[in-house]
């Protein structure tokens, strides 16, 4: 490898100072996230393809792909009559028989393709057109091409180091051709810089497939990595503690990072396709490991330092305040509720502020506790906010809590935008004013002309709807607060643990005996007399419905029902005998609370929605649900908007109203819904088919990010390195482990030793 081998290059190194990374690759690279060649090396494969297996040319099959080992025979560059067009075909032979090789316009190969020299061929045999018949029924068009009797520094004619666009441009369609099987696609030829002196890099083994970065294909990709792998050497520094790596039986961090993109195909090494295929090698098993060890090493740190924060009050939880708050509380707490609420009041009344997050499905009966916490915050002289992401949502909570601490004598104020005039002017005065009252508001609260005298609770409903600035923002104004984060979106463990790894937790996994199990069906488009005529019954024996849509008013997009249109379609059509309401986000506030009203005391019995009816709808009458086009929707929405039936006593009903002709992908995941009640495993299996990306992008501003590791997917290792990270940062302050210095770097901490 020449030059590569004697640039002396560490992971912290520009990626320019990369053999073949010239201005123009580096810049895309930069525009794709990787500036060091640490970033290039983490952009680990997507999958893996086993081309470790050579098959014999008597033994191949057409439309199977195969890696032949051959020596080339009487390769020629052939001109056609067709202007621009020629192709490069050669006879390869490994013994057992013969096949006809072609490489459509690529004349270059003519020169590099000699007689009697031997490389790795992969492929996909096809049936030869007529004429071709010489040497059997069988030809490889394009076949990926490694030779391995002397290689070769440059395959297209220029200098190994070059940042030379046609060779990208090869080596893409190169890619291409080979793994999406089309003909006429250029293929270059690798050079032999492979992990081994003797290993190939492309064919002949497990070949590591990567996503595309910066435009460069998996076969510049892998070139470039194994590249930066030789200057690297042995100077890729292991920073986790070495008594964790022995402890875990985790393999050093260099042999990872080798292993995962060029691991070996010898069965003797212990390594079985399928491990990496599943991510479960003991290469990504180390490097998902590491990365969940510096999140939740960091993550451990912010809780403990918070925890170390004193406030400048503490709560008192008399006898009186109980009795007056069991007094007001229309029905009996469950065990779940109790246990919750016993945790939020010993974090009250100690001396840090409270960092919580509260989860519960929905119809838990999260709001309640909310209630009760910003009533006891109340009654010790401070001043309570609770943020909703809507206006709606804000709005019913304003009406719950009003309903239910006023009689006891608390205030309860609503702020939205929508709040003006004199309305507006009691609730900023009495907040500036030191007033002791509890505010329930929007992104209103943010607003920095609002300032609050005594803020002691903050509690933030749909957490999950909110940037960590927001919320930061209304902590802020007052001075170290108690916070009380609540999700209806149930989040599993191991994603909790990453998302919300510095709150304590708390989970209300019961439900109130009131709530009834919802009966969700799938129907299809054929089925919407059936579903409509159900749905008349239901208002006949005087309960009331929901339909919701995913579009206010229709547009181009793909002809889907819109709420709007389809409210005077309904009204006219077939439930003309009823009273038909009308709910969307674009509405004022006033007439919201005009059909929020007219809704919740019966005078509208179907209410065509959007998903502004996901929270802060609270009708017991209310016993169907129907989603149009549900395969819109996430899971965990879906679920959510369910929640909005079942809150009384009787039967309640949730019908997934699908198009025809949804994929089968869709009707899978909808399949979910309709047997699965519990949140919590909606939620996992939500996640695990679309991802944790955006909760992770929004939530973990500062922490390191995860390139290998899902928490979902890879749950077991998150609670592992959950555990692990505390123990080991408990004896580092106890003085009985040693903290390596590359470590406290990377969790933003100086000084250390090296263990």
């Keep these: 490898m020449g030059a590569a081998l004697e640039t002396d290059i560490s992971l912290g190194s520009p990626v320019e100072t990369l053999p073949g990374i010239g201005p123009r690759r ?16 983490f952009h680990v494969p997507f999958r893996y393809e086993d081309r470790s297996r050579c098959a014999r040319i008597a033994d191949l099959v057409p439309g199977l792909p195969a890696t032949i080992r051959a020596r080339i025979l009487t390769p020629r560059l052939v001109r056609t009559r067709r202007q621009g067009f020629s192709f490069v075909q050669a006879v390869l032979d490994d013994g ?12 270059w190969l003519a020169r590099v393709l000699q007689a009697d020299r031997t490389g790795f061929f992969h492929g996909d045999p096809r049936v030869a057109r007529e004429g071709h018949e010489g ?64 290993e190939p890099l492309h064919t002949g083994r497990i070949v590591p497939i990567y996503r595309s970065l910066g435009g460069l294909s998996s076969r510049s990709l892998r070139r470039i990595i194994a590249r930066a792998l030789a200057a690297l050497g042995d100077r890729i520094e292991d920073f986790l503690p070495s008594e964790i790596r022995r402890k875990l039986s985790l393999t050093w961090r260099g042999s990872a990072v080798r292993g995962i993109h060029f691991p070996p195909s010898d069965p003797a090494a212990g390594i079985s396709f399928e491990e990496l295929a599943d991510r479960t090698s003991p290469f990504h098993r180390r490097l998902i490991f590491e990365e969940f060890f510096l999140m939740q090493a960091a993550l451990v740190e912010r809780h403990r330092l918070a925890r170390s924060e004193s406030r400048g009050f503490r709560y008192r939880f008399t006898q009186e305040t109980r009795a007056k708050l069991a007094s007001l509380l229309p029905f009996a707490l469950t065990a779940a509720q109790k246990r919750v609420l016993r945790e939020i009041r010993d974090d009250m009344e100690g001396t840090s502020p409270m960092n919580r997050l509260l989860q519960g ?45 006023g009689p006891g004598g608390w205030t309860v104020l609503l702020l939205t935008s929508s709040v003006r005039g004199a309305a507006r002017r009691r609730v900023v005065e009495a907040l500036a004013g030191g007033e002791t009252v509890i505010v329930i508001g929007t992104h209103a609260l943010l607003e920095g002309s609002l300032t609050f005298s005594r803020l002691g609770l ?74 409509y005529d159900g749905i008349r019954r239901e208002l006949e024996d005087g309960r009331q419905a929901f339909i919701v849509y995913p579009l206010v008013e229709e547009s181009d997009r793909g002809g889907m029902k819109a709420a709007v249109e389809m409210a005077d379609r309904l009204q006219t059509g077939p439930f003309s005998g009823f009273r038909v309401g009308l709910l969307h986000g674009r509405m004022k506030s006033e007439e919201r609370g005009v059909v929020m009203a007219a809704f919740a005391q019966g005078e509208i019995h179907l209410l065509v929605a959007t998903t502004v009816v996901e929270v802060g709808i609270d009708v017991p009458n209310a016993t169907v649900l129907v989603v149009e086009h549900p395969e819109r929707f996430g899971l965990s929405q879906l679920h959510q908007l369910r929640g909005r039936v079942g809150r009384g006593s009787a039967k309640s009903y949730c019908i997934l109203l699908a198009p025809e002709g949804i994929s089968e992908e869709s009707r899978r995941r909808l399949d979910v819904l309709v047997s699965e009640s519990d949140g919590f495993r909606i939620a996992e299996k939500d996640l695990l088919q679309r991802g944790a990306g955006d909760l992770l992008g929004t939530r973990q501003h500062g922490l390191p990010e995860l390139r290998i590791g899902e928490p979902v997917r890879d749950a077991v290792l998150m609670s592992l390195a959950r555990k692990e990270a505390a123990s080991w940062l408990e004896r580092v302050e106890a003085g009985e ?3 390596p210095r590359a470590l406290l770097e990377r969790l933003g901490r100086g000084g250390g030793e090296t263990s």
């Design 26 to 41: 580096a810049e895309r690279l930069r525009e794709a996230g990787v500036v060091t060649v640490e970033d290039l090396l």
């Design 135 to 198: 040497l059997g029924a069988l030809v490889l068009q394009n076949p990926e091409i490694e030779l391995i009797d002397g290689g070769i520094r440059a395959a297209n004619g220029v200098e190994d180091g070059a940042d030379n666009e046609a060779e990208d441009g090869a080596d893409n369609g190169a890619d291409n051709g080979a793994e999406n099987g089309g003909e006429d696609v250029p293929v270059t030829l690798a050079s032999q810089e492979s992990p081994g002196e003797d």
């Design 361 to 405: 499905d929905v119809g838990s009966g999260k709001t309640v506790i909310a209630a009760l916490a910003l009533a006891i915050a109340a009654d010790n002289g401070l001043q309570g906010a609770l943020m909703a992401p809507t206006e709606l949502l804000a709005e019913q909570h304003h009406r719950h809590l009003q309903a239910l601490l």
């Design 458 to 531: 903050v509690v933030v409903d749909e957490e999950h709807r909110f940037g960590v600035a927001q919320r930061t923002l209304l902590r802020a104004k007052g001075y170290r607060p108690d916070l009380l984060l609540m999700t209806a979106t149930p989040i599993p463990r191991s994603l909790a643990l990453t998302l919300y790894g510095d709150l304590d937790q708390s989970v209300l996994d019961q439900m109130p005996p009131r709530r009834q199990t919802i009966k969700t069906l799938l129907r299809s488009e054929e089925h919407r007399e059936r579903v």
């Design 737 to 739: 482990a040693r903290a």
């Design 96 to 107: 057992s028989g013969a096949i006809r090789a072609v490489w459509y316009n690529q004349p």
